[in-house]
């Protein structure tokens, strides 16, 4: 049943009628706002986004910039067993697998880059992972660049922090490249 | 050679000063018409809590969004102006030019100052001083009408054709309005002459009130502004052409040809600014400001130097036009817009009726005070 809800609009009196007097009002409103802001440019709520980013919600589940996770040991957990690749609708992820020197079961990511300019933060990547290797909760938003290559993340990335903004998580990943770079 | 000179001094050295003029005052029009697209939407943000345009830079200096217009203009220019295949290509490319051409001819006779002595000789500070210069204004005005009925037929595009004729009909009906809501003016002053009704508009009434037009028509001045906005296009009346939703006459114009349009609506501002204030608001005359120096009611004198006087009327007329423009872009940002019939309605049975009611009463004031 779709209830009706009847509205008795009171008819307009003389004043509002010729319009006039309302419009005054309507323009000492917008004039107010517009002076207001004049002289106190700071009290307005926009966010210069790229230069600066408002906090994100603490418990917001969100999708943000991918990272490879580690064990205990350091090293990646990444198998690059191509599962995300292949889950990836936007097809941005590539990987080259390597094999480590003294594992003959498992392999490495040699190259693990992630394009976000054609990455649609989707989570497959995530969903798909059978060793819970990538993550996306950085809480790093990509935000735009002005070359593409800058948009194009490398293992490296993934593993340590973008550079210039430090997170607890990134910082922690440093010692997976030292890790890699001592079995070179 | 010299003789030459000899014999056409006066001829040469008066087109030499109107060369000047027309440089200086379109010169001046024109740049406050590129800050007025800025100061649309800068002015726009800030009534709605926004930030507004503030990135485009020159050399990583952005000066709040003052380079927006040079950006915008580039981005124009670079455009591709495209044109339909089966378009009118004459007249296509002929209705920017008429929808921009009368609105600029007319800034000629607009006073902006009274005159200066420059080396003896008097050089008034208006382009063109024409004795039916209200005339013409509003003759010219009504010439641009043939701009955007011209863009929406030539289009060949029915929406086009649709949206010019909506315009055609209020730039029509609102022309009639808007020439009534004058003739209470210029029998008030006596003279169609932009430059007499500023000069008349000096006087003092009741010896401390200056006799500025408001004064005397503070009704006209609203249905002026009314019709105005409406000749104007702009929102609350934009239903020509209501840049996110409605189709207007010019949609199949791209590149400078639309820019042209854009262009015309904001120079049409600043005519509007410069009318209002050179009908109702004196004009260039500042309040007690005669060309001696400042004389108040009281009897108290301040002498003024001949280039200060000039220099403040210009500088007041500026100032009006410049308040007139911003509270134009108000009102376009305050109020929500007409419907087609209610805009009909408005015209017809509510300015029309009071203009020629405000006429009837002006001429029986003026016969019972003896003056017509």
Same mark, same amino acid.
């Given at each position: 049943?779709?209830?009706?809800?009847?509205?008795?609009?009171?008819?307009?009196?003389?004043?509002?009628?010729?319009?006039?007097?309302?419009?005054?009002?309507?323009?000492?409103?917008? $004039?107010?706002?517009?002076?207001?802001?004049?002289?106190?440019?700071?009290?307005?709520?926009?966010?210069?986004?790229?230069?600066? #980013?408002?906090?994100?919600?603490?418990?917001?589940?969100?999708?943000?910039?991918?990272?490879?996770?580690?064990? #205990?040991?350091?090293?990646?957990?990444?198998?690059?067993?191509?599962?995300?690749? $292949?889950?990836?609708?936007?097809?941005?992820?590539?990987?080259?697998? #390597?094999?480590?020197?003294d594992n003959a079961v498992e392999k490495y990511p040699a190259v693990f880059d992630i394009d976000l300019s054609r990455c649609v933060m989707c989570g497959m990547c995530v969903e798909a992972c059978p060793e819970d290797a990538i993550a996306m909760d950085t809480r790093e938003i990509p935000g735009g660049a002005e070359k593409r290559s800058e948009m194009l993340l490398t293992k490296e990335d993934l593993l340590r922090n973008l550079p210039g903004e430090p997170s607890l998580l990134g910082a922690s990943n440093r010692l997976a490249n030292e890790y890699l770079e001592g079995k070179k | 050679m010299t003789g030459f000179f000899n014999a056409h001094q006066d001829l040469l050295i008066f087109s030499g000063a109107a060369a000047l003029k027309v440089l200086v005052f379109m010169g001046g029009v024109m740049s406050f018409a590129a800050l007025l697209t800025l100061a649309e939407r800068k002015v726009s943000a800030l009534m709605q809590d926004r930030v507004g345009p503030n990135r485009a830079a020159v050399f990583g200096f952005a000066f709040n969004g003052l380079f927006q217009p040079i950006a915008d203009a580039i981005k124009m220019i670079f455009k591709e102006d495209f044109v339909p295949a089966r378009a009118e290509k004459l007249l296509f490319t002929l209705a920017p030019a008429f929808a921009l051409l009368p609105i600029m001819v007319l800034f000629a006779f607009i006073p902006f100052g009274d005159h200066v002595m420059v080396y003896g000789y008097r050089v008034d500070l208006q382009i063109a001083e024409l004795p039916l210069g209200l005339? +013409?204004?509003?003759?010219?005005?009504?010439?641009?009408?043939? =701009?955007? +009925?011209?863009?929406?037929?030539?289009?060949?595009?029915?929406?086009?054709?649709?949206?010019?004729?909506?315009?055609?009909?209020?730039?029509?009906?609102?022309?009639?309005?808007?020439?009534?809501?004058?003739? =209470?003016?210029?029998?008030?002053? =006596?003279?169609? =002459?932009?430059?007499?009704?500023?000069r008349a508009q000096g006087a003092l009434l009741f010896g401390f009130v200056p006799a500025w037009g408001i004064v005397y028509q503070p009704f006209a001045f609203i249905l002026f502004l009314t019709a105005a906005i409406a000749e104007n296009k702009r929102t609350p009346f934009d239903l020509v052409e209501g840049e996110s939703e409605i189709i207007g006459y010019f949609m199949e114009y791209s590149s400078m040809r639309f820019a042209a349009f854009m262009f015309a609506e904001f120079v049409e501002i600043i005519l509007i600014s410069m009318l209002a204030a050179t009908l109702f608001f004196g004009g260039w005359q500042v309040p007690y400001l005669y060309d001696s120096g400042f004389i108040l009611p009281g009897g108290k004198a301040l002498a003024l130097n001949h280039y200060l006087v000039a220099a403040l009327q210009v500088g007041a007329f500026t100032v009006k036009t410049v308040f007139f423009s911003w509270a134009l872009l108000i009102i376009r940002w305050t109020l929500p817009r007409f419907r087609f019939d209610q805009l009909m309605a408005l015209c017809w049975k509510g300015l029309l009726p009071l203009a020629l009611l405000n006429i009837l009463i002006t001429g029986a004031v003026l016969l019972a005070l003896g003056k017509l």
């Open positions: 049943m779709i209830s009706v809800k009847k509205v008795n609009n009171r008819p307009l009196n003389f004043l509002e009628r010729i319009y006039l007097p309302e419009i005054a009002r309507g323009v000492a409103v917008t $004039t107010r706002h517009f002076f207001a802001n004049l002289f106190n440019p700071k009290k307005i709520m926009t966010v210069q986004y790229p230069e600066q #980013a408002s906090p994100l919600p603490g418990n917001a589940n969100l999708r943000t910039r991918h990272r490879l996770k580690l064990r #205990a040991d350091g090293s990646p957990k990444c198998v690059a067993c191509f599962m995300c690749q $292949t889950a990836c609708p936007a097809y941005c992820i590539h990987i080259e697998a #390597a094999e480590y020197p | 005339f +013409f204004v509003l003759a010219l005005s009504g010439l641009a009408i043939y =701009g955007t +009925f011209l863009a929406g037929w030539a289009s060949k595009n029915n929406f086009a054709l649709l949206g010019a004729l909506r315009g055609t009909a209020q730039m029509v009906s609102y022309e009639v309005a808007l020439g009534l809501t004058l003739v =209470g003016l210029l029998m008030i002053y =006596g003279s169609a =002459g932009l430059q007499d009704m500023v």
